[in-house]
């Protein structure tokens, strides 16, 4: 099997979703790219998540041409090719429509960095992206034109995209972006919210990534 590994991971990385609670159903996807070959790997169209298999993961080239696999894959793999294609520096995409963070996508609001948290993995508010319709590059330009540094963003009135330099990192940042939103949500119901300046936004986001973890 072609890039075994690599399927093997997205697969399992698959699982995360669900546990996480960031998808429903067959909703949601994730994609890595191989540094070496430059192929994508997939989750295919409209399985369902405990039916996932390494073998069933769809291979292509960056043109979206199927390299291996025998399912039709996901209706997002435009977006995911068009942000390969701009963004050498990504290797890993996932798309959820989990659901706080999608609440705020849905009433077209960015979710600000009002967390030591959200200041920690994004370094700013997590953006909004104009609406686009599914099917096409559209989203993907979209993307690559509001998302900036974060590896967030939301989509309004449809759902999350994360990036990373391995999809196990756009994983995390689905699963932080869920658990931001949430908090966030929440405070929004006790009172108004507390800004952090945004140099100590910068501050903090700089110490994350130079002094966190071994």
Not at 31 to 37: G, K, L, Q
Request: net charge negative; with cysteine; aromatic share 6%.
């Amino acid at each position: 099997m072609l890039l075994e590994k690599l399927c093997k991971e997205v697969c399992e990385l698959h699982q995360e979703l669900p546990r996480n609670n960031l998808v429903v159903w067959t909703s949601g996807n994730i994609s890595s790219r191989d540094p070496e070959s430059g192929l994508v790997v997939i989750k295919p169209s409209g399985v369902m998540y405990p039916d996932l298999t390494p073998d069933k993961m769809v291979v292509l080239d960056l043109d979206g041409k199927i390299v291996e696999g025998t399912l039709k894959p996901s209706s997002d793999t435009a977006t995911h090719l068009y942000i390969y294609r701009q963004r050498p520096d990504v290797n890993g995409i996932v798309h959820t429509h989990s659901p706080f963070a999608t609440a705020f996508a849905a009433v077209g609001k960015p979710i600000p960095p009002v967390l030591t948290a959200i200041c920690d993995e994004f370094g700013g508010e997590i953006p909004l992206g104009r609406f686009a319709p599914i099917g096409d590059e559209t989203i993907g330009m979209e993307v690559v034109r509001s998302i900036g540094t974060s590896p967030a963003i939301l989509m309004q009135n449809h759902g999350v995209f994360t990036v990373g330099k391995s999809a196990r990192a756009a994983v995390k940042a689905a699963v932080m972006v869920e658990d931001a939103a949430r908090t966030v949500y929440y405070a929004m119901q006790l009172g108004e919210l507390i800004p952090i300046p945004d140099e100590m936004v910068a501050r903090l986001h700089k110490r994350y990534k130079e002094q966190y973890g071994q």
